[in-house]
């Protein structure tokens, strides 16, 4: 499990460094150009992406929980809410309206779906982590950048297009998890 807890800890600090050592992002800033920190940053998201890939599929998992199966609905539920959240972000929405942060919310809420789902180790690791990641971040984004200034309302054409465009990347996820992550889903 070394690879992925080394995954998932360089994902973090890195995602975390604007908010907790604003002065090293200056520096990194200041030595590397924009463009070289965007590059470094890209590079060690790509870094941690492949230590969390791998390091899944090599760990070997022990079972601490399971929920009854009624609950693998509610999970995809939330999953399919996870990524209308996370298209929001992307796009003037009326979400925007009550929540600040849709994609860190759907983090936190795919991370939840996901540990409704899975009751082993290495599952409770990942999804545990990032859920708590994306709380943290909530939260030193809230400081750093103060008072909330809410988005203009979108028109309803604006709000459909961007739901449809969700809700096909939510479908074209769904059928390619297996080939993703190795994990099938089924039964749903």
């Known amino acids: 499990m070394g690879m992925l ?4 800890l360089i994902w973090c600090l890195v995602h975390l460094t604007p908010s907790l050592a604003p002065p090293l992002k200056q520096n990194l800033i200041t030595r590397l150009g924009e463009k070289g920190y965007k590059l470094l ?7 941690a992406l492949a230590l969390i890939v791998f390091g899944w ?14 609950t693998r609905h509610i999970a995809m539920l939330l999953v399919l809410i996870a990524f209308i959240l996370f298209g929001a972000s992307n796009y003037p929405t009326r979400i925007k309206q009550f929540i600040r942060h849709p994609q860190l919310t759907g983090v936190i809420v795919w991370a939840i ?15 545990g982590s990032l859920g708590m990641w994306a709380a943290l971040e909530i939260i030193f984004i809230n400081k750093r950048e103060g008072e909330w200034v809410k988005q203009p309302v979108p028109g309803w054409a604006r709000e459909i297009r961007g739901l449809a465009i969700s809700l096909v990347v939510f479908a074209v996820v769904v059928m390619l998890h297996p080939y993703l992550t190795g994990v099938s889903i089924t039964g749903f």
């Open 5 to 8: 807890v080394a995954g998932i």
């Open 41 to 47: 940053f890209t590079a060690l998201m790509l870094t």
């Open 57 to 70: 599929r090599s760990a070997t998992p022990s079972h601490l929980y399971q929920l009854p199966g009624f």
């Open 113 to 127: 779906a996901h540990l409704v789902l899975n009751g082993d180790s290495r599952s409770v690791l990942l999804f």
